[in-house]
Each structure stands twice: as structure tokens, then as C-alpha cells.
T-cell receptor, first 112, second 114 residues
Framework: GEDVEQSLFLSVREGDSSVINCTYT??????LYWYKQEPGAGLQLLTY?????DMKQDQRLTVLLNKKDKHLSLRIADTQTGDSAIYFC????????????FGKGTMLLVSP | GAVVSQHPSWVICKSGTSVKIECRSL??????MFWYRQFPKQSLMLMAT?????????EQGVEKDKFLINHASLTLSTLTVTSAHPEDSSFYICSYGQGNQPQHFGDGTRLSIL
């Protein structure tokens, strides 16, 4: 079945860039997502990328996709303490009606 | 943007109680909604797919008689945890998607069974 892997923990200093990595196994993945979850809260969609794209940038966020290696990364520029949260990588092989397969999440800790 | 309202946000109740969680789409009609469960420090696991006007589709290992899903209208899906026990304590989250748009999630319901 599909599998999504992420590193579990990342610690950075405020102002530095953060890079969270994700690998997936489903070659039919068409949508790849990054969600943010703060303690006790639901999931907030940060950004997503279609499988026919290599890169997507949205303000401080840059998503890179290497489809050959099935590798996805999220770069957060100028990381702030408010960025501390768990970041989930997810993939689906269809539209918004399709189920998502999530990674276990990466906890990002930003220190002052 | 799309908004999902989930209610209640936190429930604490005694073992044996049935608990109903509501998930509403506020800005469009959702024919399909998803219910996920998240145990502490773990990822989200899909429980079931809720289809308006028909029976929900449950994932393997999820008891349909334990987790009753009703999607009677295009804006509301409910999940009822029947005769809840401490092992059902978890974070339950609903989501929906539309067409080629990504899924949006509710804020989740934290269920604590004593």
C-alpha cells in the first residue's frame, strides 16, 4: 500500500530556514500536500503541489518535488517561533474527493 | 476559502456514553466527507468516507456499528461513537474536498472517555 515517511523532529533557531523532508511510495500520486497542526488543533492546509510541478513558492514557503525520487520538501524561510508545530506531508492519487495518506508528522521546534 | 465547522471541540464523558460529533461545510455542498482519527503523537488514520444519501464506506478494522456515520444533507455529516470506552479516547477530525481542490479539515474533536 501507499506509504509516506517523514523525519520526526527538527529544531532550528528563529530567523533560520527550516527544511522538512518527505518521501512517498505511490507512483500514482497526483497531489502532494503540506498541513500544519498546532497543539490541540485541527489541520491547516499550508500548500500543495501537483505531481507535474517541480516547485511552488508561496511567500515564506517553498515546496520542491522530485518525482523521480518521490521526494517532497517544505522550506520555511525566516522561521519564526509561531511556526513551531507539527507538519504533515500527505499524498493522494486523485481529486479533492480522494482520501489522503499522511506521514507521521515532523515536529518543528523554533527557539528564540 | 472553504470552511469546515466541527462541533464539539472537546468532550469528556463516562464509559458507556454515546457521543455525537458534527461536521459542517459552511460554504459549499459536500457530497463526500472524510472522518479521521488521530491518537497522541501519531498521524491521522482514515476511519471512513461519508457519502451524502448513502451508506458510509469504512476502512478495514473500523467497526461500523461502533462508529455510526450519517450524512443526511449536503452540509452536515455526523459521527456517533456508540457506547464509548476509554480506548476510544482520541482526536477525531473531519474533512472534505471539492473537485480538484485540496481537502480542508475541521478543528477536530478531542474525545476523552473516563
Amino acid at each position: 500500500g501507499e506509504d509516506v515517511e517523514q523525519s520526526l523532529f527538527l529544531s532550528v533557531r528563529e530567523g533560520d530556514s527550516s527544511v522538512i523532508n518527505c518521501t512517498y511510495t505511490d507512483s500514482s500520486s497526483t497531489y502532494l500536500y503540506w498541513y500544519k497542526q498546532e497543539p490541540g488543533a485541527g489541520l491547516q492546509l499550508l500548500t500543495y503541489i501537483f505531481s507535474n510541478m517541480d516547485m511552488k513558492q508561496d511567500q515564506r514557503l517553498t515546496v520542491l518535488l522530485n518525482k523521480k525520487d518521490k521526494h517532497l520538501s517544505l522550506r520555511i524561510a525566516d522561521t519564526q517561533t509561531g511556526d513551531s508545530a507539527i507538519y504533515f506531508c500527505a499524498e493522494s492519487n486523485g481529486s479533492g474527493y480522494s482520501t489522503l495518506t499522511f506521514g507521521k508528522g515532523t515536529m518543528l521546534l523554533v527557539s528564540p | 476559502g472553504a470552511v469546515v465547522s466541527q462541533h464539539p471541540s472537546w468532550v469528556i464523558c463516562k464509559s458507556g456514553t454515546s457521543v455525537k460529533i458534527e461536521c459542517r461545510s459552511l460554504d459549499f455542498q459536500a457530497t463526500t466527507m472524510f472522518w479521521y482519527r488521530q491518537f497522541p503523537k501519531q498521524s491521522l488514520m482514515l476511519m471512513a468516507t461519508s457519502n451524502e444519501g448513502s451508506k458510509a464506506t469504512y476502512e478495514q478494522g473500523v467497526e461500523k456499528d461502533k462508529f455510526l456515520i450519517n450524512h443526511a444533507s449536503l452540509t452536515l455529516s455526523t459521527l456517533t461513537v456508540t457506547s464509548a470506552h476509554p480506548e476510544d479516547s482520541s482526536f477525531y477530525i473531519c474533512s472534505y474536498g471539492q473537485g480538484n481542490q485540496p481537502q480542508h479539515f475541521g478543528d477536530g474533536t478531542r474525545l476523552s472517555i473516563l
